[in-house]
């Protein structure tokens, strides 16, 4: 059984947005300390056609200048701005939340994606699906686990299957999604206990 419990893996939500939606380095599930205001920047709004983050909507959005938005997120000693207000990152960590956590969110960040030429690529020719992390097989009572990359191979009809349960049930149904095709296509009774990074490439 898939792990319900994210408190386990909190970083999961958001590599699992990540692989599914093409916002490598989003974050949805903020936690203490400094913001990480690109990574809320990607999961709340994506990239342009172009690859660059997307600031433009991010502007409008949250009722700024692109500019602003553009100085949140430049390196330093380029009239660089630490992180926004705090009404302000409030509301950018609600959107970036919002994206993963809702079934409106997940809808348009995949939609999104399913335009880009990789988005094409993988619903008509499939692709491989890549996880690295804590996970291995469970029988007998005895457990397998250990640090680890595998790769899952998927059809067509499995990208959609992936897509239809993260846009359904987001990172959860996912997760279930993944361990059932695991089970049936890798090795019976495997088990992602933590996810350290995951990716989707084209065939």
Do not use: C
């Amino acid at each position: 059984m898939a792990r319900k419990d994210t408190n386990k893996d909190p970083g999961r939500r958001s590599k699992i947005f990540g692989a599914l939606t093409g916002r490598s380095g989003a974050l949805v599930s903020p936690g203490r300390g400094a913001p990480d205001v690109r990574g809320l920047l990607i999961a709340a709004y994506g990239f342009t056609k172009r690859g660059g983050l997307n600031t433009a909507d991010a502007a409008k959005d949250l009722g700024v200048t692109q500019r602003t938005v553009q100085r949140w997120v430049a390196t330093e000693g380029h009239q660089r701005i630490g992180k926004p207000k705090a009404d302000t990152l409030q509301k950018l960590a609600k959107k970036s939340r919002q994206a993963a956590t809702t079934q409106r969110g997940r809808k348009a960040a995949l939609a999104s994606f399913r335009a880009t030429s990789k988005g094409k690529a993988l619903a008509n020719r499939g692709g491989h699906l890549r996880v690295r992390g804590h996970q291995g097989p469970s029988a007998a009572g005895k457990t397998y686990k250990r640090d680890r990359q595998i790769q899952l191979e998927l059809t067509p009809a499995d990208v959609e299957a992936m897509w239809s349960a993260f846009e359904q049930n987001g990172d959860e149904g996912v997760s279930k999604w993944m361990t059932n095709h695991a089970d049936e296509q890798y090795v019976a009774g495997w088990e992602f206990e933590r996810i350290d990074e995951m990716g989707i490439d084209r065939p």
